[in-house]
């Protein structure tokens, strides 16, 4: 077994390349770093294995020293060889993971089409009559990402797109509208009906098949899948946790930091930030400066219809219901189609209004392209991080301690700690679940013989993949999140941490009492459902103290950092100063 093998080593290149990345705040070196890291430590037995066979005809005083470091220098070279190869294999060899490139390249480029004819621009000034306070652009974004609820990539990109120069325009610092796009983006689609339904019944599905159960009474899949919402806490009460944030403005730890640096300065990115993307930059200014509204919504309508349309039409067959349409979609192979489309009615505007030529139109979509290179170059690696995982099996390593210290009232603890601990370290909530779930479910089963627990376990397995995918620089989520709102990764990262650690924290607290209560009330999802409120009673008031300690701490007026100002002069690589203010 690769997990036998390697041991603790099958985690250092996960902790290299997530300390390097916090360290040095250069993601994609960092993560290459990691992913070298995992090709030296594969091939080092191997490497020192052939050395002393070339040295064993050598009578060479001190050879096993020799061999040693001659190993670890041909591990290097052997193991950039393999490490190459698995970036090649992410970037290619996946079907889905090419989807999301082609994707975000045709993305980039209707973004870098409607930057160019002025529609940013349009939506700039009309937001101006309509989202007039930070409070309403976080709650219009809070709201549309509670709509997108059918993907998280998806969401991340109109999202993103949609409300990024909205955000600027009244000072909102990309790390917050970052944060609030993160944070509605899996944790939505974890709880409601998605592609990540599919995938998490399938898994639950591959847990009932460990166990001794007959096949005949083994529950429907779903309604496991339904009875365990409640206890995906993290999901929940992180959706809950951005609406106390956006409703309150109650900001504090690094959020608070570029809060009131974007409110005072009007740079939504700080002086020496590395946005994933960073459209003024590499296009100047619009054509038009003040084209029709159209410009802007059109394509984004484009986007969102065909999205749903092409994914419903993927997920149909005779006899199919909608439920089983939009679980059997392909929702990558839609936002191929989608992205397509809305670069096409870019071209569309662009020839009506005679604001560029075709050739000007298919050089802008080039360079739209070359926009997202920085963001891909991240996102590829972050997919190679995944095949360095299954080779050294560093989740099979981390599962193997699951079961040395269980009992009943502990055990979603425990789950819900190792599923944060590999989520942080693998940056792939979807692999956390294939791997844990399996284990997870027949452990609940074998401790309870209980159905209602297995729910519980399905839950914290959920809420432990999402907060451990929240808080990794090297989670595509993040990555994309941070891509499509124009934010530094690691800024957003740092930003974002503050707000996911207090809400796991009495996530994991409602489970413990949840789990020591049971005599009162047993194993049931109507407790669960009734500490939900509770929980975010908690976090309201966790959020204040905090709130106004750090204000205090670091002596912030709030109703500077709440200021809001609605003008064009805030350019959207946050160096521009607004020219008129008023208070919310």
Known sequence: ????????????????????????????????????????????????????????????????????????????????????????????????????????????????????????????????????????????????????????????????????????????????????????????????????????????????????????????????????????????????????????????????????????????????????????????????????????????????SVMIVGALRT?????????????????????????????????????KYDLQSVGESVDTTINGFNMMMTALTVLVLAWSIGEVVAVLGTGEFVAAYANEFLTPEIVPIVVLVLATFMGFTMGDSWAVMSILTPIAVPVAWSLTGDHVMVSVIVGAVFSGAIFGDHTSPISPTTVLSATFTGADLIDHVRTQVYYAIPVVVVSAILLLVWGYGSPIWGRSVSAAIVLLPIGVAVLTLLTYGLSQYDTKRKNVDLSEVRLTHSTRAVRSDGDGRPEGEHSE
Not at 336 to 349: E, S
């Open 1 to 304: 077994m690769p997990a036998e093998t390697y041991g603790v080593w099958s985690l250092v290149p996960l902790l290299l390349a997530i300390g390097l990345a916090l360290i040095t705040r250069k993601a994609a070196l960092a993560l290459f770093i990691g992913v070298w890291s995992g090709g030296v430590i594969h091939r080092y037995h191997d490497s020192i294995e052939l050395i002393e066979s070339s040295l064993g005809g050598f009578d060479i005083p001190g050879s096993g020293l020799l061999s040693q470091l001659l190993g670890v220098f041909l591990a290097g070279i052997w193991g950039l060889t393999d490490s190459l190869q698995w970036i090649t294999e992410s970037a290619g060899d996946s079907v889905f993971n090419m989807q999301i490139i082609i994707f975000c390249l045709l993305l980039g480029s209707a973004i870098a089409m409607i930057w160019k004819l002025g529609g940013t621009h349009a939506a700039a000034n009309w937001a101006t009559n309509y989202i007039s306070t930070k409070r309403k652009a976080g709650l219009v974004a809070w709201g549309l990402g509670l709509m997108m609820f059918f993907d998280d990539y998806a969401n991340s990109a109109i999202v993103g797109t949609t409300m990024k120069d909205i955000s600027d325009n009244l000072r909102m610092s990309r790390e917050k509208l970052c944060y609030i796009v993160d944070s509605t983006a899996a944790p939505v689609s974890t709880i409601a009906l998605s592609s990540w339904v599919a995938f998490q019944m399938s898994m639950i599905d591959a847990g009932y098949q460990a166990t001794d159960i007959a096949e005949s009474d083994v529950p429907s899949s779903f309604i496991i899948f339904v009875q365990s919402i409640p206890f995906n806490m993290y999901s929940i009460l992180a959706i809950c946790m951005v609406g106390i944030i956006v409703v309150t403005g109650w900001d504090y730890g690094a959020m608070l930091t570029a809060e009131h640096r974007a409110a005072t300065t009007g740079k939504v990115n700080r002086d020496d930030a590395e946005p994933l993307q960073d459209i003024e930059g590499e296009f100047g200014d619009p054509i038009a400066k003040d084209p029709p509204l159209r410009v802007f919504v059109v394509p984004v309508a484009v986007l969102v």
């Open 315 to 351: 997920g149909y067959s005779e006899g199919a219901g909608l439920y089983d349409m939009i679980l059997e979609a392909d929702y990558a192979a839609a936002l191929v189609v989608a992205a397509f489309a809305m670069v096409a009615t870019t071209f569309y505007y662009a020839h």
